[in-house]
């Protein structure tokens, strides 16, 4: 007596590129960051990374269990914030930052908003900042790279950009780290949270990305560009009190901030000229923060005060329609 | 020769989905033979249905006039073989429902009513040639099915500068077209002189999806000596969509809400073109078409000749039968198509296409909340934001999505296509657009 | 110290002069009965009155253009405050609760192809006329659920919608959300409903469903005034309601029910429900 047909509205094929499959492309992509940084920073950062991720996971379970929701842990997406804000913590991190965090992340980032989809800010840069606002010395305490197989220990160091910010500071010019050192930047050989120390994992798990057309270049060259000309203005201007462009590049969030953390689909605008406008902001905001703020690092506040401006983005930069047009003839 | 194969022209947005069109690609044109019976719905066009003119027990032959057309925008309906009308009475159409048709047993002899007269278009103004059109029941036979003789009446004031012949034939799997193309090269080239003297004018451009080189090639150069161009086009979806093609072709965008004539173009596709041959030169009516029988679901991918009427379940015997269990049944392509609640609707003249798909060959569709990707926005041909009308219709605030222009949504399926949430955002764009016609009735 | 405080002080002091010079200033008159009978409008906007909300409705009322009965929501105990409000007599209307008129969840009634797509009954009408075989029958995709501003309105697990009779204020926002006019309006009191909405003869109808209608007439011939059958479907009398429940027994289809003994079962509405209102005590 029933039918076994199916009938639905058209069109009745899909490109299979579902969500879940998208999240975990973005996994994969930060997989050389993660590598890189155990590599570096040995056992402390597998422990942050891996406890950061299971804190999501059960986060994300536990409260969609409160709210009678149905389980969202499949489609990957707090398995990704764990580990975009376990890049985003310094690797001696203790255990209960990390589970903070990651409760931060998923309930109060994303969860209270509705859940995946409806969250106004990134929520692994959300635990961030209130990690970084509420417990500032672990989250500023930072360790020089130990390679796995070296005989380092690992020992207390500043990130180069808070050895920058302490000797403008205290002596009006730049130290001398902000003039060489590029090649063990580039690889990601400086004190600096987990993720954001290697410049060329991240630039491999971009271009992943970029190939896979998960993001799209828009924001990122947004980001990356009006940081550079921004930052080489001043540099023209004054060399002696502001660092190379170079530098900018190098050190600090700023790949993994404008590769990972900025190109959130869920947070930033949808249409090409709205991302446009959203990673010159967060390039802008990001230099004056660096250069002039009260922190020594600006990516985390510049990509959550966009993130607060992207809805107003969206409503200003529609795509213009196909017919909009003055009849001719 | 007049290709321009190394300029390939598209629009702005669109997708690559699987073509799917090598099953039945290669396949010539047969000719379908008779069924037991043939039903012809009387609603087999857009605007309204036809009348019908006949009873049960009348003798019919093949081409007679068996439905009047109602209203300027409307065109007759003929029988598709000779027998006796054995019902008039609602049958189950491609739509879904029962709707009026004529119900006709085939005598086995499918001899012509001897009053159908062809003449030499020469000969004939092209006041004669429209009504030849109209009465033959031309329509779109890409789908639409929009009465061809509305297309070719424009109000004087427009003046019409480019004639459009779409063999783009971008949905996947279907190749009625291509085959067309390749098999009615001469029908379709006749066609296109008539439509141009028609509407009184010289330029007509052939655009054809650069996938179908063979189709390519021979029209470029049976074209050549008729002044025809011929546009070789990116391989693209919807570059079919009469818009996009325009777009492509000249570059024209034809302003919101408005018909291709308001930029001095009209489109028809190659098979109408064809079908307006026979119903010149032959006096024959539009009583049968081509269409491509394909998809995972049938044992045998074919190109049919089909009478008008003949039942799906027919046709799929003739492909030698369905290849396991079907579990969608769609007439047309699989981006536009309609799904069919059974094998027992007949095909009719928009249809240019019979898909069946088993189980394992949809796709899985359990919706999730939208991510925000954008990527619905990025494939719009029509550059629209799919998923904030999505979101606004589903909380049935109407007004505030009609702020997006979901009017002017062609509903090509490229946004649910390409969702990686899967939401069903073309049913929810028509969800809006039914609701937003609606209000505009009433006000 | 000082210079903190009295910066301070000065700012709360200068913000306090410009509001209560703007809120003078910009006042707004409005009539003190309107502000009364907006205390007592149930304040869910819900537009059983025809305006769309209800500080609309309370303006219309005391300027006279609108009757105070038309809130069904509000019921006889919000009409006797509106009226005592304006100073007039209420005469209240029957109050009046919807009804789902069909069983044929789908365990009971048959399908005609499988849904895929937007879950919604409006849409999904589109597409060959929805998935039930039934014309008439209830679709389970919750446009009815979305509509109610009450949260009266529920899908049981089988595929059918419930309306809780306590919850429902009659303000008919279901009976226009509904493609297939399965909702219809009942005076509260009737308790004996024929649940089913198939105009089709009785041999079709048992086809694809095991509790709809056939028409087979017994319901009329156990209770004459109380029944009426038009179109191969029955429909209570409401005027001799009262005598409808005879019948309840004698259906063969189980078609008539009877909500006073628990109905619906299997959703959570399914306890005993006695009407909590009773009509027409506000005059």
Same mark, same amino acid.
């Given at each position: ?91 001696? +991190? ?12 998923? @309930? ?39 390679? @796995? ?76 560009? +009006? ?103 | ?443 | ?10 700012? =709360? ?42 500080? =609309? ?112 204020? =009659? ?113």
């Amino acid at each position: 007596m029933e039918n076994q047909l199916y009938l639905s509205s058209s069109p009745h094929i899909h490109s299979g590129e579902t969500t879940d499959k998208v999240m975990r492309k973005v996994i994969y992509a930060l997989l050389p960051a993660c590598a890189v940084a155990i590599y570096f920073f040995g056992l402390p950062a597998l422990m942050v990374l891996l406890l950061c991720t299971l804190g999501c996971v059960a986060a994300e379970g536990i409260s969609c269990k409160l709210q009678g929701r149905n389980m969202t842990l499949g489609d990957g997406s707090a398995a990704l914030t764990g580990i975009l804000l376990g890049l985003n913590l310094p690797p001696s +991190s203790p255990w209960w930052l990390a589970l903070f965090g990651a409760a931060i992340a998923i @309930l109060i980032g994303k969860q209270v908003y509705g859940g995946l989809g409806y969250n106004p800010f990134n929520p692994a840069l959300v635990a961030r900042v209130v990690l970084l606002i509420s417990f500032p010395v672990q989250m500023t305490s930072w360790t020089s790279p130990a390679p @796995l197989g070296s005989d380092l220990d690992a020992v207390t160091s500043a990130t180069p950009l808070g050895a920058m910010k302490t000797a403008v500071m205290l002596t009006g010019k730049l130290p001398e780290l902000a003039h060489s050192g590029f090649s063990q930047y580039l690889i990601g050989n400086m004190a600096g949270s987990l993720g954001e120390v290697s410049a060329i994992a991240l630039l491999l798990g971009g271009g992943y990305l970029l190939w896979k057309r998960i993001i799209s270049w828009h924001i990122p060259v947004a980001f990356i560009g +009006s940081v550079l000309i921004i930052g080489g203005i001043f540099w023209a201007v004054s060399p002696e009190k502001y660092p190379n462009p170079l530098f900018h590049l190098l050190t600090g969030g700023l790949l993994l901030g404008a590769l990972f953390m900025a190109t959130d689909m869920v947070t930033s605008p949808v249409t090409d000229k709205g991302m446009l406008i959203f990673g010159f902001g967060c390039g802008l905001l990001t230099v004056l923060i660096r250069l002039f703020g009260g922190y020594p690092e600006g990516v985390s506040f510049a990509i959550l005060l966009m993130n607060a401006a992207t809805p107003l983005i969206d409503r200003f930069c529609r795509p213009k329609i196909y017919g909009q047009v003055e009849a001719k003839v | 020769m007049s290709v321009k194969a190394m300029n390939l022209k598209t629009f702005k947005g669109g997708l690559h989905p699987p073509d799917g069109k090598h099953d039945s690609a290669t396949k010539a044109i047969e000719t379908c033979p008779l069924p037991e019976e043939l039903v012809i719905p009387l609603a087999q066009h857009i605007g309204a249905p036809a009348e019908a003119c006949v009873e049960v027990g009348t003798r019919v032959k093949k081409g007679s006039l068996i439905g009047k057309a109602k209203g300027f925008v409307s065109v007759p309906v003929h029988a598709s073989t000779s027998g006796e009308v054995i019902a008039v009475e609602p049958r189950l159409h491609p739509m879904g429902k029962a709707l009026p048709a004529i119900v006709i047993k085939p005598d086995g002899e499918d001899c012509w009513d001897e009053n159908l007269t062809g003449a030499d278009p020469e000969t004939l103004s092209a006041e004669e040639l429209k009504s030849r059109i109209l009465d033959a029941g031309i329509v779109g036979m890409g789908g639409a099915t929009f009465p061809a003789h509305v297309k070719l009446s424009p109000p004087p004031e427009k003046q019409i500068d480019t004639l459009i012949l779409n063999g783009v034939e971008c949905e996947p799997f279907l190749t009625a077209d291509h085959r067309i193309m390749l098999e009615e090269t001469e029908r379709i080239l006749d066609g296109i002189d008539i439509l141009r003297k028609v509407l009184g004018i010289d330029r007509a451009v052939i655009g054809i999806e650069d996938n179908k080189p063979d189709a390519i090639e021979k029209m470029a150069r049976e074209a050549a000596s008729r002044n025809i161009e011929v546009q070789a086009l990116e391989v693209k979806y919807p570059q079919g969509a009469e818009k996009q093609l325009i777009d492509a072709i000249t570059g024209r965008q034809v302003p919101s809400g408005t018909l291709p004539m308001e930029v001095g173009v009209v489109v028809h596709n190659v098979g109408t073109a064809a079908a307006i041959s026979d119903a010149v030169r032959l006096g024959r009516p539009l009583v049968e078409r081509v269409i491509s029988i394909t998809g995972p679901g049938v044992n045998t991918p074919k190109n049919l000749l089909v009478r008008i009427g003949t039942s799906l379940e027919f046709l799929v015997e003739q492909c030698d039968g369905l290849n396991g269990d079907p579990a969608k049944i769609i007439m047309g392509g699989p981006m536009m198509g309609q799904a069919q609640l059974s094998l027992e609707p007949p095909a009719i003249r928009g249809t240019s296409g019979l898909l069946i798909f088993r189980k394992q060959d949809l796709p899985r569709l359990e919706s999730g909340p939208c991510i925000r990707c954008g990527r619905c926005i990025g494939v719009c041909p029509i550059h629209l934001q799919p998923t904030t009308i999505a979101a606004y219709a589903r909380l049935d605030l109407f007004d505030e999505a009609a702020d997006y222009h979901p009017l002017d949504c062609i509903e090509c399926g490229c946004c649910t296509y390409i969702c990686p949430a899967t939401l069903p955002l073309v049913q929810s764009i028509r969800y809006a657009k039914a609701a937003i016609m609606a209000k505009k009735r009433t006000l | 110290m000082l210079a903190s405080v009295l910066t301070l002080g000065g700012i =709360g002091l200068f913000a306090a002069i410009a509001l209560g010079i703007a809120a003078k200033k910009f006042a707004v008159e409005v009539d003190p009965r309107e502000l009364a009978i907006l205390e007592v409008l149930p304040g869910a906007n819900c537009g059983a009155c025809g305006l769309p909300g209800c500080g =609309g409705y309370a303006k219309a009322i005391v300027d006279g253009s609108m009757s105070p009965n038309l809130c069904t929501p509000g019921g006889s105990d919000c009409l006797e405050k509106i009226a005592h409000i304006m100073g007039v007599e209420a005469i209240s209307a029957d109050p009046q609760v919807a009804v789902v008129c069909c069983q044929g969840d789908n365990q009971k009634a048959s399908q005609k192809y499988r849904y895929l797509g937007l879950e919604d009954c409006n849409a999904a009408q589109k597409i060959a006329d929805g998935p039930k075989t039934c014309p008439g029958g209830c679709l389970g995709l919750g446009s009815c659920v979305r509509a109610c501003p009450f949260d009266a309105i529920e899908i049981t697990a089988e595929g059918l919608a419930v309306i809780n009779r306590q919850k429902c204020t =009659g303000c008919q926002k279901c009976v226009a959300s509904c493609p297939r006019s399965v909702i219809k309006m009942t005076p509260l009191t009737a308790t004996t409903h024929v649940l089913c909405n198939s105009t089709d003869k009785g041999g079709v109808v048992r086809k694809y469903c095991q509790v709809g209608c056939i028409a087979c007439q017994i319901c009329k011939k156990t209770a004459p005034e109380a029944y009426q059958i038009d179109n191969f479907l029955a429909q209570v009398n409401y005027d001799m309601a009262h005598e409808a429940e005879v019948a309840v027994e004698k259906c063969p289809t189980r078609c008539i029910r009877d909500f006073s003994t628990g109905y619906p079962e299997g959703s959570s509405f399914a306890a005993p429900t006695v009407p909590t209102k009773k009509p027409g005590q506000a005059a």
